[in-house]
Each structure stands twice: as C-alpha cells, then as structure tokens.
C-alpha cells in the first residue's frame, strides 16, 4: 500500500514523484512533482519505485521480495533516476498508419495567422506537413550569405505535422529565402532509399498581408498558406505499382477519403495571474469591498474562458493569503460552474498559501 513519502510514477502518464498526502475517502494521493506542484492521482494509477537519496538523486529499490533473487534479503541497488525527458522518450507512440499514396514523399510548410483579424500586425505559426509514409528528418535554414540559421530540425513522423516557429512581424522579411533539408526513411522495415530533399525557396512576404493568401486546404480545419517544398518532385514515382494496383487505389481513395491529418495543439508553460486589486485597477477609491471582489471574480471568469479549450493548460492564481474570501469565492467556483477542472494549491514554495492552480481538462 502506498503512503505518505513513498516515491510513486504514473503508470498512465509521464511523470511522478513524492506522496505528500493521501484522501482515503476518494481513494486519491496527491503527488508532489519536481516543480513543487500537487497533482491528485487515483492509487491504482501509480507504481512506487522506492525512495530516493537525496544527496546522489538516485532511487533505491528494495530487491528482497523477489522470488529466487540471488542478492541477500537486505541487498538495496541504486539505479539513477530518469530525467522527465528520457521519461518522454519512452511512451510509446501512436501505431504509424500508411497510405497507398504516402509512397509518393510529399512535405509543405503551412502558415497560420495568430490574429487573421490583424494581418498588419500579427505573428504567423509556421508548421511542417509530412504527407508520406516515410519519417523525415528535417532541418530550416534562413538569412543569407554567411548569415545562416537554423531555424528549427528535427524528426517528423510520417502522415502528420510539426511546429516549427512562431514567426513575428519584425522575423518575417528573415523568411523571404529559406532552405529546406530533408532526409527521408522508414523504421524497422524494408524500404526504398529515396533521395534527399536540399531546395531553396523564395517566399513572397507581401502575400502574408493579404487575406485571400489564407485558404482552405486538406491537412487543416484552419486556413493556412501552404507552400509545396517538393512540388517539381510532385510526380516521381516511388515505387513500381501495377494498373491494378493503381485503379484500386485510386476507388479506395473515392470511397473512404485519405485520414486527415490532425493539427496538435501546442500547450503552452504555466500561466501566471495576479488578482491582487493593484493589479487590476490604478486606484481603489470609491471601491467596496464588494466591488473590488466583483472585478477580481470577473478577471478570473476571463481567464478560465480564454484558455477553456486548452486542455492540458496549467494557470496559477494569485489571490493571496489575506481574509480567505476571494479564495473561498474561488473554490466555490471551481466546485459548480468549473467542476470539470481540476484544482489544487499552487507550489508552496513559490506562493506560499496565497495561490491556487487550476489544469483545464
């Protein structure tokens, strides 16, 4: 049975750390991750791994209950204890689906306004589009001369897409000659090696003003401007394939359509809001209590609805230690209107107990 500072990891997520509390009544634990943060958990959703050295950060596991060990009963083995990176590492992706047409290798990039209301002024979210069988691996560069940059590389899986950037305003005449490398292959498989992709491409910045250059497309529900990085490649066959094969591929793409490609969205760090009244007006006079309780419960109604649909967003309010009633107010909020959210108290060692997380679910 699990209890209070056994070290614990998620089965069902990536991540873990010490249970600092424990409800019986709702069968939870509540697991203190490597930012101080609380995170509720049902106990049949761990695993305990032992306890950890503090000086060396290593965990210690206890190997005296295995059946036939050939370590004495009292032997402890220290194993170092993985970063939450090589932890992300290890979950297991999603099965690789290919298409009949996916043999033909096909990468775009796509710019989405952030603000299509505001083109003069906004920032473009720039992604890559695998439409292929084949991961890629990737690398952008832009500037000119000497002055070169990669903007961002990687791997990319096949049938899906990647964020790269975020380009701003001030950034995009940066983009009008960019350069594209890209390697293609498959993994664990038999394949056909297929040539690398090194092309330079001139894109005409003025089109990021216009909003007829924002269209409907088949890899998003947004529009985008996509650019073809292959499109003089568009026609090279990849692979032998009989008129047979062709007119079945050609009906199974009539009758079932190819899968979409599914835009994933990128959830940002931890947000951080003020509801101290100082922070919300430039002066308190005239104000009751009521009123300047009003204007913080109305600032927090704010922030829960910009970011309701972000599921995964983490976001700190600090409304202080004081008399307790805008916390209560809060709470009492996140028990009916909210009740899908989950809530905790902030990482005490930054906030002490003047704040509350809320994670939109």
Not at 38 to 62: Q, S, Y
Not at 169 to 191: G, T
Not at 329 to 344: A, D, N, S, W
């Amino acid at each position: 049975m699990i209890k209070k500072g056994d070290t614990v990891r998620f089965l069902n997520a990536v991540g873990g750390g010490v249970v600092v509390r424990i409800d019986e009544y709702k069968k939870l634990i509540y697991v203190e991750d490597q930012d101080g943060f609380e995170i509720p958990v049902l106990e049949r959703e761990c695993v305990m791994v032992g306890e950890i050295n503090k000086e060396t950060n290593f965990i210690k596991r206890d190997f005296s209950s295995k059946v036939n060990s050939p370590q004495p009963a009292t032997q402890m083995v220290e194993q170092k204890l993985p970063s939450f990176q090589e932890e992300a590492l290890k979950v297991k992706s999603e099965p690789i689906i290919e298409t009949p047409e996916g043999e033909n290798l096909k990468a775009l990039l796509a710019f989405f306004p952030v603000d299509i209301k505001q083109l003069q002024t906004t920032s473009y979210d720039c992604y890559l589009v695998n439409d292929s069988n084949y991961f890629l691996y990737y690398n952008i560069v832009n500037g000119e001369n000497n002055q070169l940059k990669s903007i961002s590389n990687g791997i990319i899986e096949p049938n899906t897409q990647e964020e790269l950037t975020t380009i701003t305003k001030e950034d995009l005449n940066a983009w009008e000659q960019i350069q594209v490398q890209i390697i293609p292959f498959k993994q664990n498989k038999i394949y056909t090696i297929q040539k690398t992709i090194d092309v330079k491409i001139k894109l005409n910045t003025v089109k990021f003003y216009k909003l007829h250059s924002f269209t409907e497309n088949d890899y998003f529900d947004d529009l985008a401007m996509i650019i073809d990085i292959n499109n003089e490649k568009e026609n090279q066959k990849l692979v032998d394939v009989s008129p047979e094969e062709i007119k079945k591929a050609l009906f199974e793409k009539e009758t079932t359509g190819r899968p979409r490609i599914i835009k994933r969205p990128q959830i940002p760090d931890v947000i951080e809001v003020d509801l101290h009244i100082n922070e919300l007006v430039d002066t308190t006079s005239g104000l009751s209590n009521a009123d300047m309780l009003l204007l913080q419960l109305d600032k927090f109604h704010a922030i829960i609805a910009e970011n309701k649909t972000r599921k995964g967003q983490k976001i700190v309010f600090i409304h202080g230690k004081g008399e307790g009633v805008l916390r209560k107010e809060i709470e009492k909020l996140l028990k009916t209107r909210y009740k899908t959210f989950y809530f905790q108290d902030a990482s005490f060692r930054e906030y002490g107990f003047g704040a509350t997380m809320v994670t939109i679910k």
